[in-house]
C-alpha cells in the first residue's frame, strides 16, 4: 500500500511554498505519494499517512493559515505522524544551528501532537509589499537563506520516519 503524505504550507511571499514544493519532491523521490499544497486549501486530512505542516515566519510568528490548519484539523492530525518546519530567518542561522519553535508555532505543535520541528532559512527579495518588508530591504537585509541541501538532507531522513511507522503497523 502506497503512503500519502501532505505538505500543507502557509507563505506570503512564495518562498515557504516552494520549500514544501521540494519537500514533496523529495518525498516522491523516497516512493512516498506526496503532495503539496496551501494550508487554506486542504479540506480534509484524512485521506493521508502523514502530514507534513510549514509556515513563513513573520514578524515572529506563524502565518495564520497554519495557525487555523493546525486548530480546524487538530483531531486528525492527532491520528497521523505530524512533522512541522518554519522559514524566515533573513540571516544564515538556520543553517548554523537549530532555532526553536516560535511561540505560536510551539502552540500549535502542542495542539496536534507533532514529531518534530525545524526551522529553514527564509527569502526576501526586491519587489516584495508591505511597510516591514520594505524596511528590511532598505537596510540590505534582504536575500535568499535557504538551504536545499538542508531541507532535501531533512525531507529524506523524515521519509524514512514515515516508511518505519508504516512498517511498525
Known amino acids: 500500500?502506497?503512503?500519502?503524505?501532505?505538505?500543507?504550507?502557509?507563505?506570503?511571499?512564495?518562498?515557504?511554498?516552494?520549500?514544501?514544493?521540494?519537500?514533496?519532491?523529495?518525498?516522491?523521490?523516497?516512493?512516498?505519494?506526496?503532495?503539496?499544497?496551501?494550508?487554506?486549501?486542504?479540506?480534509?486530512?484524512?485521506?493521508?499517512?502523514?502530514?507534513i505542516l510549514?509556515?513563513?515566519?513573520?514578524?515572529?510568528?506563524?502565518?495564520?493559515d497554519a495557525r487555523h490548519f493546525a486548530r480546524r484539523h487538530r483531531r486528525a492530525l492527532r491520528e497521523r505522524a505530524v512533522w512541522v518546519f518554519s522559514s524566515g530567518p533573513l540571516d544564515p542561522s538556520a543553517s548554523e544551528r537549530d532555532i526553536e519553535p516560535v511561540p505560536s508555532a510551539r502552540r500549535a505543535m502542542c495542539r496536534i501532537h507533532a514529531r518534530e520541528h525545524v526551522t529553514f532559512g527564509g527569502r526576501l527579495e526586491a519587489g516584495a509589499k508591505g511597510r516591514m518588508a520594505k524596511m528590511i530591504l532598505e537596510e540590505d537585509r534582504g536575500g535568499d537563506f535557504r538551504d536545499f541541501d538542508a531541507i532535501t538532507k531533512w525531507a529524506t531522513a523524515t521519509a524514512g520516519e514515515i516508511i518505519a511507522l508504516r512498517a511498525e503497523l
Open 1 to 51: 500500500m502506497t503512503l500519502r503524505v501532505m505538505v500543507a504550507y502557509a507563505t506570503k511571499y512564495g518562498s515557504t511554498a516552494e520549500i514544501a514544493e521540494l519537500v514533496a519532491a523529495t518525498l516522491r523521490d523516497e516512493g512516498i505519494e506526496a503532495a503539496a499544497a496551501p494550508a487554506s486549501r486542504v479540506a480534509d486530512v484524512r485521506p493521508y499517512d502523514a502530514v
Open 54 to 64: 510549514g509556515s513563513a515566519l513573520y514578524m515572529g510568528r506563524w502565518r495564520r
